[in-house]
């Protein structure tokens, strides 16, 4: 049974289409931006301030119209120079944390399908993600070699270097879970814990890299029961993206084979919430969901004998 509201479930006109080039709403041209407008309320010129990032006036230029990734020291010792206010400061540490997520990744345009690409600048810039997941691990928390058997499953006919570039995309999504932030809150349903997924050994793999993400602080992994969850699982998966950079609050990911959705409307966004807050509520506490874990990792070492 789903828990999703039929009006949620028909909803379709908050949907944010993924239209035009993400480069061009890049944080790395909204640092610049604001490093121009601080630097033009102030009444200095680019020469007055190329001393102060130990550079020329193009490369001050250079930052301000985003054309070269931020240094966390340049952009430190002109917040600095500006005196800007301590709120600020953190909008402008949020926007060079983003920028350099979103850098990472141009490299793998050509493997990244369109909807797909906002949705790794967003989780660079989020301060908490909350994802359901009804038959796979999710993306963030996957091993190569399990993410390498979805792939090929989803991509029939891609080269091996497709493949290979498409598994290395979603390694390198991985690299926000070495910061503090975002927050990641997983809750996985049971059934992703028997589908064995690659064979014993590429799931064991997973299964106990699980336990090892969820000793993180900023990470917590939770079962949903089958004998919890029957009335609360929706039969898709969800992602609640958490922002306080200034920017929307928060807004709800529904991927699709091909297409995904960006709903922000707090009405939709509400009822979502409300989903996720029956299954946290339906989720085995770490203790229990570690035991879960456990045993699922024991009856692969048992199939490998």
Same mark, same amino acid.
């Given at each position: 049974m789903s828990a999703v509201?039929?009006?949620?479930?028909? @909803?379709? @006109?908050?949907?944010?289409?993924?239209?035009?080039?993400?480069?061009? @709403?890049?944080?790395?041209?909204?640092?610049?931006?604001?490093?121009?407008?601080?630097?033009q309320e102030r009444g200095l010129g680019l020469k007055d301030v190329a001393p102060v990032i130990r550079g020329s006036v193009s490369k001050v230029s250079r930052l301000e119209r985003g054309e070269s990734p931020p240094k966390d020291r340049d952009v430190q010792d002109l917040v600095r120079f500006y005196r800007v206010s301590p709120e600020l400061a953190h909008e402008i540490e949020g926007l060079v944390q983003q920028a350099r997520n979103e850098e990472w990744w141009q490299q793998y345009l050509d493997v990244t399908p369109g909807f797909l690409k906002r949705l790794i600048s967003l989780e660079g810039?989020?301060?908490?993600?909350? *994802? &359901?997941? *009804?038959?796979?691990?999710?993306?963030?928390?996957?091993?190569?070699? &399990? @993410?390498?058997?979805?792939?090929?499953?989803?991509?029939?006919?891609? *080269?091996?270097?497709?493949?290979?570039?498409?598994?290395?995309?979603?390694?390198?999504?991985?690299?926000?879970?070495?910061?503090?932030?975002?927050a990641v809150v997983a809750l996985l349903d049971e059934g992703v814990l028997h589908r064995?997924?690659?064979g014993p050994d590429v799931m064991r793999e997973q299964l106990e890299r699980l336990q090892e993400l969820a000793g993180l602080d900023h990470v917590n992994i939770r079962v949903v029961p089958f004998k919890r969850g029957v009335d609360v699982t929706p039969s898709y998966p969800i992602s609640h993206l958490y922002f306080d950079d200034g920017g929307p609050a928060e807004?709800? &990911?529904?991927?699709?084979?091909?297409?995904?959705? &960006?709903? *922000?409307?707090?009405?939709?966004?509400?009822?979502y919430r409300s989903v996720l807050d029956r299954?946290?509520?339906?989720?085995?506490?770490?203790?229990?969901?570690?035991?879960?874990?456990?045993?699922?990792i024991g009856r692969c070492r048992s199939d490998q004998v």
């Amino acid at each position: 049974m789903s828990a999703v509201p039929k009006s949620v479930e028909a @909803a379709t @006109a908050s949907v944010i289409a993924m239209k035009g080039d993400p480069k061009q @709403a890049a944080a790395a041209r909204l640092l610049g931006d604001q490093l121009r407008r601080l630097r033009q309320e102030r009444g200095l010129g680019l020469k007055d301030v190329a001393p102060v990032i130990r550079g020329s006036v193009s490369k001050v230029s250079r930052l301000e119209r985003g054309e070269s990734p931020p240094k966390d020291r340049d952009v430190q010792d002109l917040v600095r120079f500006y005196r800007v206010s301590p709120e600020l400061a953190h909008e402008i540490e949020g926007l060079v944390q983003q920028a350099r997520n979103e850098e990472w990744w141009q490299q793998y345009l050509d493997v990244t399908p369109g909807f797909l690409k906002r949705l790794i600048s967003l989780e660079g810039a989020a301060a908490k993600i909350c *994802t &359901y997941e *009804t038959h796979v691990v999710p993306g963030l928390l996957q091993t190569p070699a &399990y @993410a390498r058997v979805l792939v090929q499953a989803a991509m029939p006919g891609a *080269t091996m270097e497709e493949i290979d570039r498409r598994v290395a995309l979603r390694m390198g999504r991985q690299r926000i879970l070495d910061q503090q932030r975002p927050a990641v809150v997983a809750l996985l349903d049971e059934g992703v814990l028997h589908r064995c997924v690659g064979g014993p050994d590429v799931m064991r793999e997973q299964l106990e890299r699980l336990q090892e993400l969820a000793g993180l602080d900023h990470v917590n992994i939770r079962v949903v029961p089958f004998k919890r969850g029957v009335d609360v699982t929706p039969s898709y998966p969800i992602s609640h993206l958490y922002f306080d950079d200034g920017g929307p609050a928060e807004l709800v &990911y529904l991927e699709h084979i091909n297409s995904a959705q &960006y709903l *922000t409307r707090p009405k939709e966004i509400d009822q979502y919430r409300s989903v996720l807050d029956r299954l946290r509520d339906a989720a085995s506490r770490w203790e229990e969901s570690n035991a879960l874990l456990a045993t699922a990792i024991g009856r692969c070492r048992s199939d490998q004998v």
